[in-house]
């Protein structure tokens, strides 16, 4: 039983979530295409917490997107929680970006594979099955037209992200199902962060750090 503050900045939608015992009291949200995190981030914070009449000292944990993402959303999310954690004395939760993505796909059977643009044909992406367990690590991959044919060839397979477009464009197989252009949001974050915050599944305030996936090269 918490209350808990759910940040995701790992893609462009700027999202920002207050739980209570991991159901949603509110959601402030920046969906558009330019990364907004510096400017808006902690503004949506105070807004939230002001109309929820709520202080940040009432705050039982923060949870924040742990990527793989934007290097520079994701900076900018952790140092956030991690500046807010220290200063509070409360727990950290990390949770995947992907699992959150995953978790806005409800299936009756079959497989969920979300997907992250990571430029040219290539894709963040791991695999759940349809109780959302991970059953296959997080990889950066190249795509082609024989990606996931393990799990199209076996059953349903929806593919969810803003990584989907460039897949759709080279995948034919009867099995695949495409949901376009959807991002991660905090609001998929309360559930799992509750779920965390149960067992005591924290990070080391410290020595935690995003999960870039792939090494930051400058442009």
Do not use: W
């Not at 995701?8 to 979530?17: D, G, H, L």
Request: aromatic share 8%; hydrophobic share 40%.
């Amino acid at each position: 039983m918490a209350l808990i503050l759910c940040l995701e900045t790992a893609t462009t939608n700027c999202s920002v979530a207050l739980s209570k015992d991991g159901a949603l009291l509110a959601l402030k949200e920046d969906k558009s295409n330019n990364y907004s995190h510096a400017e808006k981030l902690h503004v949506f914070i105070d807004e939230i917490l002001k109309e929820n009449n709520l202080a940040v000292d009432d705050l039982d944990a923060i949870a924040v997107s742990k990527g793989p993402g934007s290097y520079t959303g994701l900076r900018i999310g952790v140092s956030t929680a991690k500046g807010l954690c220290f200063s509070l004395n409360i727990p950290l939760i990390s949770i995947a970006t992907l699992a959150s993505l995953a978790a806005q796909v409800k299936l009756q059977k079959g497989f969920v594979i979300p997907m992250l643009d990571a430029r040219r044909m290539e894709v963040y992406s791991t695999v759940f099955d349809k109780e959302l367990n991970e059953i296959r690590e997080t990889k950066a991959q190249v795509l082609d037209e024989n990606s996931f044919i393990d799990y199209l060839e076996k059953d349903k397979t929806v593919f969810i992200g803003n990584g989907v477009e460039k897949f759709k464009a080279i995948c034919t197989h009867f099995n695949a199902e495409f949901i376009l252009d959807k991002l991660p949001s905090a609001r998929e974050m309360c559930s799992l962060a509750e779920s965390k915050y149960k067992i005591s599944d924290t990070e080391d305030v410290a020595y935690f750090e995003p999960y870039y996936l792939k090494d930051f090269i400058a442009g």
